[in-house]
């Protein structure tokens, strides 16, 4: 066990300036940049590893970054909330401190950062970092009660100690993925002292099907092709991968925090192609070939096959009558598709809403109710696109509170 971490059986009573519970992304970040400053940090984690959402991100390699976020990447009740932490603590911060430590890394697409190797490395750094500030990390270490003290100190009690604090900070992120330990700790913390916390529901989550719908495509689980999904004037273009039991891939997975049961879902088929145009070009080019063949050299063909089983009537493309014509292009460019839910918190990547932000301080993360009170990271009413959007959101919010915490 390195020296900054603390295994569960060590007794960590005593006072300090700040405590962070949470060591996940945006915890540590806060620890490593309050230590910065020569503040007293202790970090606690339920959790027998730190970094478990990191560990896990991007397939192992963590995304942990995005070169092109901005505010517009983000869903909040609030939407200029982010702004401030967003612009103090940059995607190109975190990417210096990526270098510092020497980790290869590369772009997959659309701005994505990957590491070359593990997402270890980002959580070695991490550690490494919180080390050199001298912010201990504890792990195993379940917090039972929270008291305020007076106006300026905390006392918490956990199963390791009783811990005293000047600042305290709740980093204990949302409810997706309970497996790796999520729980609804810090909006209950959030209620107790007065906050109030915005209907939560699993965000970059795929999407269910049932009866019919379901029974469509069931068969072709494993079929990926490129789709622009739209929901409620939102839109993304990136794969679409048909499951056992609905519809994932990136494009839905985005598309499924703007997307409520009852929602239309609106599937662009050919996003490179003016749908009319292609056929009009299709049927002049090879007038005897039918739809379904024409389709399947931009489709999977056995996806094509069923649009022209059950969506669209399959002929030779010369009987096609103009209107006709046009009727097959308003399919083929905006596919309608029921769903009837998500896969939940299972296997979402965040939790949309979450603590109101209008109550927190926007430049500190700190309670306006509360003073010394700070939340940061996903258990905030801030919720990032697919991409690394939510990693820069906890650097940023993390660093946020701790410059001032």
């Not at 540590?28 to 339920?46: F, P, S, Y």
């Not at 049961?261 to 609106?266: E, F, I, R, S, Y």
């Not at 009987?319 to 299972?346: D, I, K, M, N």
Request: charged share 20%; proline share 4%.
């Amino acid at each position: 066990m390195p020296s900054h971490t603390a295994p569960g059986s060590d007794r960590i009573d005593g006072e300090q300036d700040v405590a962070v519970i949470g060591a996940g992304a945006a915890g540590l970040m806060c620890a490593i940049t309050a230590g910065a400053r020569g503040r007293r940090v202790r970090v606690l984690d339920h959790a027998n590893k730190v970094g478990k959402k990191i560990l896990m991100s991007g397939g192992g390699r963590c995304n942990f970054t995005n070169t092109g976020t901005g505010p517009a990447n983000f869903l909040s009740a609030n939407p200029h909330f982010c702004k401030s932490a967003l612009a103090r603590y940059t995607p190109a911060d975190f990417i210096a401190l990526v270098e510092r430590h020497h980790i290869n890394y590369h772009e997959k697409e659309l701005g994505q950062l990957f590491c070359d190797e593990s997402s270890k490395q980002i959580v070695r750094m991490l550690l490494d970092e919180c080390a050199v500030v001298g912010a201990d990390v504890h792990t195993q270490c379940t917090v039972n009660g929270i008291e305020r003290i007076g106006d300026h100190h905390f006392r918490l009690d956990t199963t390791l100690g009783v811990v005293e604090c000047e600042s305290l900070v709740i980093a204990s992120g949302g409810l997706s993925i309970p497996s790796l330990g999520a729980s609804g700790f810090g909006y209950d913390i959030a209620r107790r002292f007065g906050h109030t916390v915005l209907p939560t529901r699993a965000g970059l989550v795929p999407l269910t099907l049932s009866g019919k719908h379901q029974e469509r495509l069931q068969d072709l689980s494993g079929v990926s092709f490129e789709v622009e999904a739209r929901c409620n004037g939102a839109a993304f273009r990136n794969q679409l991968l048909i499951t056992h039991r609905g519809i994932s891939g990136p494009a839905i997975l985005q598309i499924s925090s703007y997307w409520q049961p009852g929602d239309d879902l609106l599937l662009d088929l050919l996003p490179d192609e003016d749908a009319f145009g292609w056929l009009q070009a299709q049927q002049q080019r090879r007038p005897d070939a039918e739809l379904k063949t024409a389709l399947a050299e931009v489709l999977p063909k056995r996806f094509a096959q069923r649009l022209c089983e059950v969506w669209l009537p399959n002929r030779p493309l010369k009987q096609y009558t103009p209107a006709q014509l046009r009727e097959v292009a308003a399919v083929l460019s905006a596919w309608p598709l029921v769903a009837s839910g998500t896969e939940g918190y299972r296997t979402a990547e965040v939790t949309l809403g979450g603590v109101d932000t209008r109550e927190i301080s926007s430049s500190t993360m700190m309670s306006r109710k509360v003073p010394g009170l700070f939340f940061v990271g996903e258990v905030l009413d801030v919720t990032g696109w697919l991409g690394g959007y939510n990693f820069q959101w906890a650097w940023a919010s993390g660093h946020a509170a701790g410059s001032v915490a």
